[in-house]
């Protein structure tokens, strides 16, 4: 295991990621079937990564606060395509009775990333989120190509040799300031196999809305060494 403190005062990069780019267009739609997910997407503005971004969110947010963080744009930016959803019964995305058992939740997550032909995922899950990638990277790890659990729910539902089976390369991101769920999933999402650890300095369960700067170079660290 690698740990990472990262806690920086300023990023000589910032500037040249130009927030809010208005180059960068914010799609928006809703996927097929009876129980349709709202979902906001950006393409590439340069020539693309293999890897595509799908962003899931925590229990007070949704798709959008991914777009009002920046992430969507920065993403664009840097070549990669993304996805930020609306889990079924936040934001724009009706309940859904698949999201009432963990095998539904695993399917719901797989039929949206076939809507969306979606190939080479690289999953983001915070928080609440974790009640649909856990089963998901459970059952289905072998659809992904990497995954970022941020002090994700859920970790207590698995063994540690179910998460020993799982090959996917593995950023557990969390805050300093988290000391409950935080440290809970860490003592099971460090059973993975390949995983590296980054904890952000003076950052909260929210540790991405606490410290955006430091959240977005680690990520698109790891997202560019995936590519």
């Not at 403190?5 to 809703?30: F, H, I």
């Not at 928080?127 to 659809?143: E, R, T, V």
């Not at 300095?201 to 430091?214: S, V």
Request: aromatic residues 8%; contains cysteine.
């Amino acid at each position: 295991m690698l740990l990472l403190y990262v806690g920086l005062p300023s990023l000589p990069e910032q500037t040249s990621w130009r927030w809010g780019d208005p180059n960068v267009t914010v799609l928006a739609g809703l996927t097929p079937g009876n129980s349709p997910i709202f979902y906001r997407e950006v393409l590439p503005l340069r020539q693309p990564h293999r890897v595509e971004v799908v962003l899931l969110h925590g229990k007070a947010f949704n798709s959008h606060t991914w777009e009002q963080l920046g992430t969507l744009q920065l993403l664009s930016q840097r070549g990669y395509r993304a996805v930020a959803l609306d889990l079924p019964g936040f934001g724009n995305s009706a309940p859904s009775k698949e999201a009432s058992t963990e095998a539904g939740r695993a399917g719901l997550l797989e039929q949206v990333l076939r809507d969306l032909e979606v190939r080479n995922a690289v999953l983001v899950s915070p928080s609440l989120s974790g009640h649909y990638a856990l089963p998901f990277l459970m059952g289905g790890h072998h659809q992904l190509h990497g995954f970022v659990p941020i002090a994700p729910t859920s970790t207590r539902n698995y063994t540690q040799e179910q998460f020993w089976a799982v090959k996917t390369p593995t950023l557990i991101l969390y805050g300093e300031l988290d000391h409950i769920l935080a440290q809970e999933s860490l003592q099971q999402l460090r059973h993975l196999p390949n995983h590296s650890v980054v904890k952000l300095r003076n950052a909260g369960h929210a540790c991405y809305l606490h410290k955006p700067q430091d959240f977005h170079l680690v990520l698109l660290a790891f997202l560019d060494h995936l590519s």
